[in-house]
């Protein structure tokens, strides 16, 4: 008996020994690594990268892998000196001398992990044009770059034909602000950077963001844009051109059929032929399922539907997920418009009203009444954007507000709203509360935007909400209805969903 326990004893410390061996060995795996550094948190992914050299480089490409990094601060990881300039007090930096291969390979183990550049559109420093024109390794200084967003200004520290340096075939997202065409030499510069991008090999460009005013949609600039995404149409899923022309043509000969996400002033498109641009523009890209547009006010004194711009009645062709748009003075999102767009939508599951405008005017806002309108009109939202006004005049329509007993709950889950000031009277703001709770489902997320009058003195920490206490007073009635269901208030990240870029 003694000899089989010691027998049975051995073999239990053998193979607790084993697995711990095992598991120590797992961990020295790349792949298994990596799986579960994917869940850690950049501080634990820091910590992580003491333990080991192994640990270290996993470790800190996860570690980079989040993080936006500002150009300028890595290139000064280089030998750099600077001369002070008179002018704004800018300081231009240059190269001291040639880097050694140390001083080289520091930089580059840094800009080989960079997944995200930021090229900023102001500051005080500019680069001599030579520094990012050095002899590299033929992947490239940035070899697994996948993003960069570059603000140009006319007095940026970096020029445009400076990025070019910076493509890789590993980049699947650009967003371009360019504020300096006025001069004719500014606009070949884009054109030039666009048309290079078109013939970069192995190029796939997946998001793509131009900020940049072509005049009309003939020009060279506006067709380097349309060639730029022809050439990407594979791939490309986010497209979003604000003050950019888009010649429709090209894009309908193309056949954008990746295309998920887009977005577009109804003003800057053209190239359609004898038909309306946005109608070739719908048949190009077939599969659109988000759709930002911001509107241009309309002269003169009588206002206009959404649906009743000039071919935009196209759009229903799409089967939309999520609608934003942005209105201006003159622009109405009307009871037709809504009860149409519901129709060819019926998945519809956000809808964005002129959430980003700073405009206080009511003309701009809705009536909260119509509050009601949208969530039943639309069953599946989930996300709702919109600027509302309260009137006395509904006053004695709110409490009458009841959900009718076919619809079903809503499902709404995240409220934006701004513009809203709660009636002085107490009874007006307890039939604003009972509509509320009648109208939106309990649990809600919702961010609210306070008036620009309102000062930030106004909220009090001791609501345990960022709003002042008449607000906190009209949510906790809100709960009180809901059967003490609290209701998250707090800032929604804008781009919840990551559809945009």
Same mark, same amino acid.
Request: charged letters at 25%.
């Given at each position: 008996?003694?000899?089989?326990?010691?027998?049975?004893?051995?073999?239990?410390?053998?193979?607790?020994?084993? *697995?711990?061996?095992?598991?120590?060995?797992?961990?020295?795996?790349?792949?298994?690594?990596?799986?579960?550094? +994917?869940?850690?948190? !950049? !501080?634990?992914?820091?910590?992580?990268?003491?333990?080991?050299?192994?640990?270290?480089?996993?470790?800190?490409?996860?570690?980079?892998?989040?993080?936006? /990094?500002?150009?300028?601060?890595?290139?000064?990881? %280089?030998?750099?000196?600077?001369?002070?300039?008179?002018?704004?007090?800018?300081?231009?930096?240059?190269?001291?001398?040639?880097?050694?291969?140390?001083?080289?390979?520091?930089?580059?183990?840094?800009?080989?992990?960079?997944?995200?550049?930021?090229?900023?559109?102001?500051? $005080?420093?500019?680069?001599?044009?030579?520094?990012?024109?050095?002899?590299?390794?033929?992947?490239?200084?940035? !070899?697994?770059?996948?993003?960069?967003?570059?603000?140009?200004? *006319?007095?940026?520290?970096?020029?445009?034909?400076?990025?070019?340096?910076?493509?890789?075939?590993?980049?699947?997202?650009?967003?371009?602000?360019? $504020?300096?065409?006025?001069?004719?030499?500014?606009?070949?510069? #884009?054109?030039?950077?666009?048309?290079?991008?078109?013939?970069?090999?192995?190029?796939?460009?997946?998001?793509?963001?131009?900020?940049?005013?072509?005049?009309?949609?003939?020009?060279?600039?506006?067709?380097?844009?349309?060639?730029?995404?022809?050439?990407?149409?594979?791939?490309?899923? #986010?497209?979003?051109?604000?003050?950019?022309?888009?010649?429709?043509?090209?894009?309908?000969?193309?056949?954008?059929?990746?295309?998920?996400?887009?977005?577009?002033?109804?003003?800057?498109?053209?190239?359609?032929?004898?038909?309306?641009?946005?109608? =070739?523009?719908?048949?190009?890209?077939? $599969?659109?399922?988000?759709?930002?547009?911001?509107?241009?006010?309309?002269?003169?004194?009588?206002?206009?539907?959404?649906?009743?711009?000039?071919?935009?009645?196209?759009?229903?062709?799409?089967?939309?997920?999520?609608?934003?748009?942005?209105?201006?003075?003159? #622009?109405?999102?009307?009871?037709?418009?809504?009860?149409?767009?519901?129709?060819?939508?019926?998945?519809?599951?956000?809808?964005?009203?002129?959430?980003?405008?700073?405009?206080? %005017?009511?003309?701009?806002?809705?009536?909260?009444?119509?509050?009601?309108?949208?969530?039943?009109?639309?069953?599946?939202?989930? $996300?709702?954007?919109?600027?509302?006004?309260?009137?006395?005049?509904?006053?004695?329509?709110?409490?009458?507000?009841?959900?009718?007993?076919?619809?079903?709950?809503?499902?709404?889950?995240?409220?934006?709203?701004?513009?809203?000031?709660?009636?002085?009277?107490?009874?007006?703001?307890?039939? /604003?509360?009972?509509?509320?709770?009648? /109208?939106?489902?309990?649990?809600?997320?919702?961010?609210?935007?306070?008036?620009?009058?309102? =000062?930030?003195?106004?909220?009090?920490?001791?609501?345990?909400?960022?709003?002042?206490?008449?607000?906190?007073?009209?949510?906790?009635?809100?709960?009180?209805?809901?059967?003490? #269901?609290?209701?998250?208030?707090?800032?929604?990240?804008? +781009?919840?969903?990551?559809?945009?870029?």
């Amino acid at each position: 008996m003694e000899a089989e326990a010691l027998r049975t004893s051995q073999a239990v410390t053998t193979l607790d020994n084993f *697995e711990r061996i095992a598991g120590v060995q797992a961990l020295t795996v790349p792949e298994i690594l990596g799986a579960i550094l +994917d869940h850690a948190t !950049p !501080p634990t992914l820091a910590w992580a990268a003491r333990v080991s050299r192994a640990w270290s480089t996993i470790a800190l490409d996860k570690l980079w892998s989040d993080l936006d /990094v500002e150009v300028f601060n890595l290139l000064r990881v %280089l030998p750099l000196d600077f001369e002070e300039s008179e002018v704004h007090r800018r300081r231009l930096w240059s190269l001291q001398r040639n880097p050694t291969k140390d001083e080289w390979n520091r930089f580059y183990s840094y800009a080989s992990r960079v997944r995200s550049l930021i090229i900023p559109g102001l500051g $005080h420093d500019q680069f001599d044009p030579r520094i990012t024109e050095w002899e590299v390794e033929k992947d490239g200084i940035f !070899p697994r770059l996948r993003r960069i967003k570059a603000r140009l200004r *006319e007095t940026c520290a970096m020029p445009l034909c400076q990025l070019r340096f910076f493509i890789t075939p590993s980049l699947q997202e650009l967003f371009l602000d360019i $504020h300096y065409l006025g001069q004719e030499s500014r606009k070949l510069e #884009v054109q030039s950077f666009l048309n290079d991008l078109t013939t970069t090999r192995e190029l796939h460009l997946q998001k793509l963001k131009l900020n940049c005013l072509c005049t009309t949609p003939n020009t060279k600039l506006a067709m380097a844009v349309a060639y730029l995404v022809a050439a990407n149409k594979d791939f490309i899923e #986010v497209l979003e051109l604000s003050g950019s022309y888009l010649n429709v043509s090209l894009i309908a000969e193309n056949s954008v059929q990746n295309l998920r996400a887009l977005s577009f002033s109804c003003g800057f498109l053209g190239g359609g032929g004898d038909r309306q641009p946005i109608q =070739v523009l719908v048949e190009g890209c077939p $599969h659109v399922a988000h759709l930002r547009i911001p509107f241009e006010q309309v002269s003169g004194s009588h206002s206009i539907d959404i649906l009743d711009f000039p071919g935009l009645r196209s759009i229903l062709a799409w089967q939309l997920l999520s609608f934003e748009a942005r209105l201006a003075m003159g #622009v109405r999102f009307s009871d037709s418009d809504m009860e149409t767009m519901a129709t060819a939508w019926p998945k519809l599951k956000k809808l964005n009203l002129d959430w980003d405008t700073i405009a206080s %005017l009511e003309r701009m806002s809705f009536y909260l009444s119509r509050l009601a309108n949208i969530v039943a009109t639309f069953p599946e939202l989930e $996300h709702l954007e919109v600027l509302l006004v309260y009137s006395a005049q509904e006053g004695t329509l709110l409490p009458t507000f009841q959900p009718s007993p076919e619809q079903r709950p809503s499902r709404l889950r995240k409220l934006r709203f701004g513009n809203l000031r709660l009636p002085k009277s107490q009874d007006q703001r307890d039939s /604003v509360a009972r509509f509320l709770a009648g /109208v939106l489902p309990p649990g809600l997320r919702i961010d609210r935007e306070a008036p620009f009058q309102l =000062v930030e003195q106004e909220k009090v920490a001791g609501t345990g909400r960022d709003i002042d206490p008449e607000w906190d007073a009209l949510f906790r009635r809100i709960e009180e209805i809901h059967g003490g #269901v609290r209701i998250w208030v707090g800032s929604i990240p804008k +781009d919840i969903d990551g559809v945009w870029f």
